[in-house]
């Protein structure tokens, strides 16, 4: 029998054709598990996405991260699949990095600027096949990676809304996914990339991540999202899996030196003042810089900045007296002349030192790493009491945690 | 040795006369220059070829109006066979149903065939245009200014320019400024009444370019005609003896006195990059040839994209050099003619002057509107000249030749060019036939250029008259894009010199010039 629709009251399809406007952010393809555990309700937007600060408390997710394993959407990151003859030479040209020397099933860590040398943003790069890439970063990209690619045979897609992404981070995660039934996953070596079955279907699982610990990133259809998630969840239970939130990574992170896009550094695409874009050298990422390999985007903006010495910035990590956070604080150079800024900072629980990175003003932080000291207002009952702090500039990261690294990986 | 195992000096690519005159320039000081042009002869558009057996003409380009004056003196082009005297200066004919009228010597020193007080008008305006242009005239020959790194030279010039707006006065120096960017057609509304006059000047200010008298910004591109002199008076225009191919025969000449290697047929197939440095160029035989220096005095996007590729240069460049626009709207036709032709009412010194066809602002408005549509004029405006009543040599006995631009002719007509061709050339005839009427029936043989042919031909992508639109978004700073406007490149070593870079098109030198000086000023 022929089915004709009936046309209902033209109020419901109005309703329901505007209903996006009820939805203030989207949700990720595990909102649902993710909202069941949202006891506190403090969201934020991660690229219009609805993400936790914290789910349930910010201590013990930080901790879950140290020492049990801590699930962490990452869904929202933008992802960008490349694919084609001329990938790797198109990636060579756009990022920093040698990607020829980025063999498949292996990931690297990358940055890529405008033709001034200005970072546009940082990210990771995964090399799925000699062909086919997963370019991932905080921020959107595709003009600008579809203009880079004319001339090149490569296609460029956004790939953000049909691959979800859990980053799977702490000292049980291997044992977790081993005893979800990934096998094989013991092989992976930090920045390797495997692909392994999953519900009929196919997850990257790489071992990568955001927080210097032990820990995987996992990548699948955002239809086999919610039976991953199970998956881990179950094979986790007694190993003290925990969903957590951004505020507990952003913890993790500082400990182990890494910097944020428009947290440390303004993106060049986001910046407004001219003194606020930054140059590779001027947030710690001049390792990426490799004058030697093929052309790449902002190559020779870079080479002249190192040639005439006109760097202006430099983002250092700081270790400072006490053990108040110095959270956006002023730094100064002989407690007067205003030097830079502290964009990151906390007490570290694991390096038992109160952390930050800042980015000061050549040649302070450069050269002269002596008598800095940050400011900081210390909130004390209604009252802010100023502390003048002594910094002293340190390597990153500030914490080193063997077992990230360790083969095979450890079976806590 | 094989010539693959010489380094050169500088090799420049294209023997148009912007790299003719940049090869020699190099080669004076000292440089050890060759010169690689595609085609087998050099000239680029400034070529006289033979069009039809026994008729020869200025394949493209064929008036004289703006051979910059430090060229001819710093390459002797006198002493090399160029003659420019004020008694070969041709007269520009404002053609109409209701008679011509003619600006006589250089850009109408005096005008015949108006009445009093459009003479008067006249006077008044034109003294004010090459005053303006004046202004404008050490902006439109120099480097342009980069602000950043500005030698003192530059300043100089920069400072000579605020001097000249000084002299201008106040009332002036507001009236400067008020019809900068203004559209030719309201300006001449302003102070003339005659559409004759109104309609060469329109014609003149759009020449070349994809606008109408009424886009605004139009009248720069008669600032530009007027910035440019020949034999030392501005607005001047001459027809070679010989045709172009002549003066490009004396830079030619110069060039090769200098000392430079000249290759004919050889055109170059890519730019040899490393670690952001151009070392030489690849000639399409698979040639490899290394040089210090590498001068590309052909279309900027071209070398660009082509030629060094894009995976050299940054994405943001890729980008600008992308958008340059040049899509041409001028085709050139050229007739072999029994006989001369007899324009109604035009005298023996008109014939052998400029007739232009555009009867008034509104005729070459009209004549712009369909362009913007991809299609051709149904009723074109033209420059016509007859160069054998100037150099006999050009046509048989008793023949003639007519060479005429021709607009708007879009590269990229809708229809198609093969259809498309046939019918313009009917539309041009009739206009002929209105203005010199017979002249359909003394046709021995035709042949039209379009955009398209002259892109295929001579090599210059969309066929266009400056190798890049020439409008205030790609004038001097912007020229050939934003950020590298002082003939250098992002790379190393390579350096641009043609009619795409600044000051922009025509018999110049001008590019190729400023381009040379540049090298030589860096030391590169
Ligand atoms: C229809 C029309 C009419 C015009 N009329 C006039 C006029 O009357 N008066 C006037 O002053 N100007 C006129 N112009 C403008 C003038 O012709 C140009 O602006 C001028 O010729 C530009 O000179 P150039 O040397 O920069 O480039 P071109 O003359 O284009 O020369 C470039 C040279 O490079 C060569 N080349 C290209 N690619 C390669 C390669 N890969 N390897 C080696 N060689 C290569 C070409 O063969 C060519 O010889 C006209 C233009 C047009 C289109």
Known sequence: MNQHPTIKPSIDARALAQSHSRTLRLGTPFQPRIDALGLKQDWYSWAGYRAPHSLWDEELEYFAIRSQAALFDISPMTKYRIEGPDAEAYLDRVTLRDVTKLKPGRVHYTAWCDDEGFVLDDGTLFRLSATRFRLCSQERHLPWLLDSAFRYEVSVEEETEVVAGLALQGPTSFAILRDAGFAGVERLKVFDLAEFAHDGATVTI?????????????????????????????????RGIRAIGYTA????????????????????????????????DEIGLGFMIDPKKGHFNGRRAILEARAKKTLRHVLVGLEIEGN???????????????????????????????????SLQRPYGDTIVDDLWVEIYAMRELQYQKLMKRAKVVPRPFVKLDRRTANPPADF | ?????????????????????????????????????????????????????????????????????????????????????????????????????????????????????????????????????GVLKPFLSRRPPDLAGMSLAEMTGLGQTALALKKLGKEDMRDFLRVLLMNVYDLLDEQLSDDRLKGL???????????????????????????GEIGGLAGAQILPRGGMGAVVAAIRSAAEKAGVSIRPASPVAKVIVEKGRAIGVVTQNGETLRARTVVSAINPATTILDLVGPREVDTGFVRKVKNIRMKGDAAKLHLALDRPPQFAGVGVAGHKGRLVIAASPDHVERAFNPSKYGEFSPEPVMEITLPSLVDASLAPSGACVLSAVVQYAPYALRQGWTAGKPQFLKAIMAQLEAYAPGIGATVRHADLLTPADIEARYRMPGGHWHHGELQADQMLMLRPVSGWSGYDTPLEGLFLAGAGSHPGGGISGAPGLNAARRIIAMRA
């Open chain 1, 206 to 238: 790489s071992r990568t991540g955001f927080t210097g610990d032990l820990g995987y990133e996992l990548f699948v259809p955002a239809d086999r999202a919610l039976s991953l998630w199970d998956r881990l969840m179950a094979a986790g239970e007694l």
């Open chain 1, 249 to 280: 990574l952003n913890r993790a992170r500082l400990e182990a030196g890494l910097i944020v896009a428009n947290a440390d550094f303004t993106a060049a695409e986001h910046a407004i003042r001219a003194d606020r874009l930054r140059m590779p």
């Open chain 1, 324 to 358: 108040i956070p110095a959270e956006h604080a002023i730094v100064y150079y002989r407690r007067s002349q205003e030097v830079g800024l502290v964009s990151a900072a906390m007490w570290s629980p694991m390096a038992k030192r109160n952390i930050a990175l800042a």
């Open chain 2, 1 to 133: 040795m094989t010539s693959s195992d010489l380094n050169w000096g500088a090799i420049v690519i294209g023997g148009g006369h912007n790299g003719l005159v940049a090869a020699a320039t190099l080669a004076k000081s000292g440089r050890k220059v060759l010169l690689l042009e595609a085609g087998n002869e050099v000239g680029g558009a400034g070529r006289t070829e033979e069009f039809a057996p026994g008729f020869r003409v200025s394949a493209v380009a064929h008036l004289l109006n703006r051979l910059h004056p430090d060229v001819v003196k710093t390459l002797e082009l006198e002493r090399h066979g160029l003659r420019v005297e004020r008694v070969d200066f041709v007269p520009s004919v404002a053609l109409s149903k209701d008679g011509p009228l003619v600006l006589h010597g250089a850009y109408g020193e005096v005008l015949s065939g108006a009445s009093r007080s459009e003479q008067s008008a006249w006077k008044v305006l034109r003294a004010q245009l090459l005053r303006y242009a």
């Open chain 2, 201 to 227: 000047l329109a014609f003149d200010a759009t020449l070349g370019s994809h606008l109408g008298p009424r886009s605004p910004t139009s009248l720069l591109g008669l600032y530009y005609r007027l910035a």
